[in-house]
């Protein structure tokens, strides 16, 4: 059953509609080979004049193998018909010369080995047809083994010719299967995607990581820090809500300022993806800056003592980009803290410096908290702050560390004061701690 599935099964079918189309487009080619090789006047007078016509159709169909149309659409074809796997073929327009040489030599296999399917599946199965009918009508007999061939006319012979029919069928469908797999295993090779096909794929996944790795980063910081700092201003509310009514209040109004500004991030990170992720003109006018820094020490939920060196702040002096990469890692140590600082009477120092070393200005952020016995705050899932804060820094061409230092806990990081291009995320970022 294998071997007939190999020749009439649904592929096999499939295939061979691949190669009519083929020979369907050949024609028109063929058609004005015909009137050149026939000096002016279209016929298939001789096979020799059809030979001719067919080696000058194909020149001709190789020529329009150059314009763009002809890749999406040969793709399209071999997908349907010549079951290749949708993933090797490339579907867009030959933009490289590789590309379109491909194309030119799928092109002129396709119609050409559509031309000999096609003529063959016209010319063959009426002639086997016949031949099988021979031994039993007396007039085809007459019409077609003319006088001199006695030969053909002894039983033996016409007992043979169903078979030599049935045969030349079969030799049919072994072409067709033949020319069909040819086809198929040609496909990915001349249709796929060229070496300059795979790199600028490879750079459109690249910049969707990248996009996609960004939007991460900046939903873990801001929703998270806010989730650390309501959940911890809420538990300290309870705790007090009998005995300190002035606390409550106040923890209650650093709820609702945390609450008010995480949405409006959280509108922003949104409304960015339904525009399908694609950037601003900075790609970054989401998050907030250094100037937005009094607002979330004020209502972070822990102590801060707040030192700065320089003027931090002024965008004259520190890039917005860095700026905005600085807000987000400052975000995170304060999350940091609350999740392992040891509740709310753990004290922050925060330092913020513009410093020059190595005769290069650059931005440095010094967190240090008490390493607490066990968190304040626990997050199922949590432990990619730090790694985001390092990507933040790598990807302006600085660095960040962090790390138990001298009985606290210590988070550094160095930004250069302009923005610097860098090829990707950092692969060594830290883990949870």
């Given at each position: 059953?294998?071997?007939?599935?190999?020749?009439?099964?649904?592929?096999?079918?499939?295939?061979?509609?691949?190669?009519?189309?083929?020979?369907?487009?050949?024609?028109?080619?063929?058609?004005?080979?015909?009137?050149?090789?026939?000096?002016?006047?279209?016929?298939?007078?001789?096979?020799?004049?059809?030979?001719?016509?067919?080696?000058?159709?194909?020149?001709?169909?190789?020529?329009?193998?150059?314009?763009?149309?002809?890749?999406?659409?040969?793709?399209?074809?071999?997908?349907?018909?010549?079951?290749?796997?949708?993933?090797?073929?490339?579907?867009?327009?030959?933009?490289?010369?590789?590309?379109?040489?491909?194309?030119?030599g799928w092109y002129t296999l396709h119609l050409a080995l559509g031309g000999i399917i096609s003529g063959a599946?016209?010319?063959?199965?009426?002639?086997?047809?016949?031949?099988?009918?021979?031994?039993?009508?007396?007039?085809?007999?007459?019409?077609?083994?003319?006088?001199?061939?006695?030969?053909?006319?002894?039983?033996?012979?016409?007992?043979?010719?169903?078979?030599?029919?049935?045969?030349?069928?079969l030799a049919l469908a072994l072409a067709a299967a033949a020319a069909g797999e040819v086809l198929a295993r040609?496909?990915?090779?001349?249709?796929?995607?060229?070496?300059?096909?795979?790199?600028?794929?490879?750079?459109?996944?690249?910049?969707?990581?990248?996009?996609?790795?960004?939007?991460?980063?900046?939903?873990?910081?801001?929703?998270?820090?806010?989730?650390?700092?309501?959940?911890?201003?809420?538990?300290?509310?309870?705790?007090?809500?009998?005995?300190?009514?002035?606390?409550?209040?106040?923890?209650?109004?650093?709820?609702?300022?945390?609450?008010?500004?995480?949405?409006?991030?959280?509108?922003?990170?949104?409304?960015?993806?339904?525009?399908?992720?694609?950037?601003?003109?900075?790609?970054?006018?989401?998050?907030?800056?250094?100037?937005?820094?009094?607002?979330?020490?004020?209502?972070?939920?822990?102590?801060?003592?707040?030192?700065?060196?320089?003027?931090?702040?002024?965008?004259?002096?520190?890039?917005?980009?860095?700026?905005?990469?600085?807000?987000?890692?400052?975000?995170?140590?304060?999350?940091?803290?609350?999740?392992?600082?040891?509740?709310?009477?753990?004290?922050?120092?925060?330092?913020?410096?513009?410093?020059?070393?190595?005769?290069?200005?650059?931005?440095?952020?010094?967190?240090?908290?008490?390493?607490?016995?066990?968190?304040?705050?626990?997050?199922?899932?949590?432990?990619?702050?730090?790694?985001?804060?390092?990507?933040?820094?790598?990807?302006?061409?600085?660095?960040?560390?962090?790390?138990?230092?001298?009985?606290?806990?210590?988070?550094?990081?160095?930004?250069?004061?302009?923005?610097?291009?860098?090829?990707?995320?950092?692969?060594?970022?830290?883990?949870?701690?």
């Amino acid at each position: 059953m294998r071997p007939l599935a190999a020749l009439f099964g649904r592929r096999a079918r499939l295939r061979w509609l691949h190669l009519i189309v083929g020979g369907a487009l050949l024609m028109p080619y063929f058609l004005v080979g015909t009137v050149l090789a026939g000096g002016g006047e279209p016929g298939f007078s001789s096979l020799p004049a059809q030979f001719a016509a067919f080696g000058l159709a194909l020149p001709m169909a190789a020529a329009t193998g150059f314009f763009p149309l002809v890749r999406p659409l040969s793709v399209a074809a071999a997908r349907a018909l010549c079951e290749v796997p949708s993933a090797l073929p490339a579907a867009g327009p030959a933009r490289t010369g590789q590309a379109r040489v491909r194309t030119v030599g799928w092109y002129t296999l396709h119609l050409a080995l559509g031309g000999i399917i096609s003529g063959a599946t016209l010319a063959l199965p009426p002639f086997a047809v016949t031949v099988m009918a021979l031994p039993f009508s007396a007039g085809l007999r007459e019409r077609w083994l003319p006088d001199g061939r006695d030969a053909l006319r002894e039983p033996w012979a016409l007992a043979l010719a169903p078979f030599a029919g049935l045969a030349m069928l079969l030799a049919l469908a072994l072409a067709a299967a033949a020319a069909g797999e040819v086809l198929a295993r040609r496909a990915p090779v001349l249709l796929g995607p060229t070496p300059e096909d795979r790199l600028a794929a490879a750079e459109r996944r690249a910049a969707d990581l990248a996009a996609r790795n960004r939007l991460a980063r900046e939903l873990h910081d801001s929703v998270g820090h806010a989730l650390s700092a309501v959940t911890l201003q809420a538990g300290a509310a309870r705790r007090v809500l009998d005995r300190d009514p002035e606390f409550v209040r106040e923890a209650l109004t650093a709820i609702e300022e945390t609450t008010r500004r995480t949405v409006g991030e959280l509108d922003s990170v949104l409304g960015l993806l339904r525009r399908d992720g694609e950037p601003d003109a900075e790609g970054t006018a989401y998050s907030p800056g250094l100037d937005a820094l009094g607002g979330l020490l004020a209502h972070c939920g822990v102590p801060v003592a707040y030192e700065r060196e320089g003027d931090p702040q002024d965008p004259g002096v520190v890039d917005p980009v860095v700026a905005r990469e600085a807000y987000r890692i400052v975000q995170e140590g304060l999350s940091n803290a609350l999740r392992h600082g040891g509740g709310t009477a753990s004290p922050v120092r925060l330092l913020i410096a513009v410093r020059e070393r190595e005769r290069e200005r650059e931005l440095v952020i010094v967190m240090e908290n008490p390493l607490g016995e066990r968190p304040s705050v626990t997050r199922p899932g949590g432990g990619r702050g730090l790694r985001g804060v390092t990507e933040r820094a790598v990807l302006l061409g600085g660095r960040a560390e962090a790390g138990p230092y001298d009985g606290v806990w210590r988070l550094t990081a160095r930004l250069p004061l302009a923005t610097a291009q860098a090829s990707g995320p950092a692969d060594g970022a830290e883990g949870r701690r």
